[in-house]
């Protein structure tokens, strides 16, 4: 008895990272549900900080958030993730294009594209569709994608600042 979302179940999310001047990290993920419009400033979300043994950057804390929104809704839900990090979708797509290949042998995000890239292959196993789309961050405007990722930089802040919770790749 697995769950079967109807054929049209799409989940829209916005992910972002942040790293404060102290060095703090933290990410977020932002439900772009119904009432998002209604909740902008305060979104269903996820927010958390990134421990230092993680040796996190903005980049990491960009694919954590990715891995997170992949990872929080069933693999047979389809799903498009808006970021404003084109590295990471660059990133995923060149990981899985590598076939056996780790073209990422020394950056710190591996642990995290690795875990995307799991995460992929099982929705791609149960033909969900994923999709990735970049979004220009600090625009003004006034789309779900731009306010979802101009909410996604307010609560990555908040994890970063510990008003999260602290999350690692384990």
């Keep these: 008895l697995g769950y079967n979302p109807p054929h049209h179940a ?6 972002d990272g942040s790293r404060q001047d102290n060095g703090d990290v933290g990410a977020s993920i932002i439900f772009l549900d119904d009432t998002f419009r209604n909740r902008e400033f305060n979104p269903h979300q996820h927010s958390w900080n990134l421990p230092p043994s993680d040796r996190p950057d903005n980049y990491v804390a960009e694919m954590a958030a990715i891995n997170k929104a992949l990872r929080s809704i069933p693999v ?5 993730i ?3 990090s084109l590295s990471s979708i660059q990133a995923i797509r060149a990981f899985r294009n ?8 020394t950056c710190h995000s591996r642990p995290y594209l690795r875990a995307v890239a799991e995460a ?3 929705r791609d196993a149960s033909k969900s569709e994923t999709r990735f789309e970049h979004v220009y961050s ?8 731009s306010a979802g990722n101009e909410a996604a930089d307010r609560a990555a802040k908040k994890g970063a ?3 999260g919770y602290t999350d690692s790749i384990d």
């Design 98 to 105: 590598s076939g056996s290949q780790d073209p990422m042998l």
């Design 82 to 84: 808006y970021t404003d």
């Design 161 to 163: 600042t510990g008003n």
């Design 10 to 15: 799409l989940v829209y999310v916005a992910t």
């Design 76 to 80: 047979s839900v389809n799903i498009c």
């Design 138 to 145: 600090h625009t003004g405007h006034r789309d779900d994608p």
């Design 120 to 122: 992929l292959c099982a």
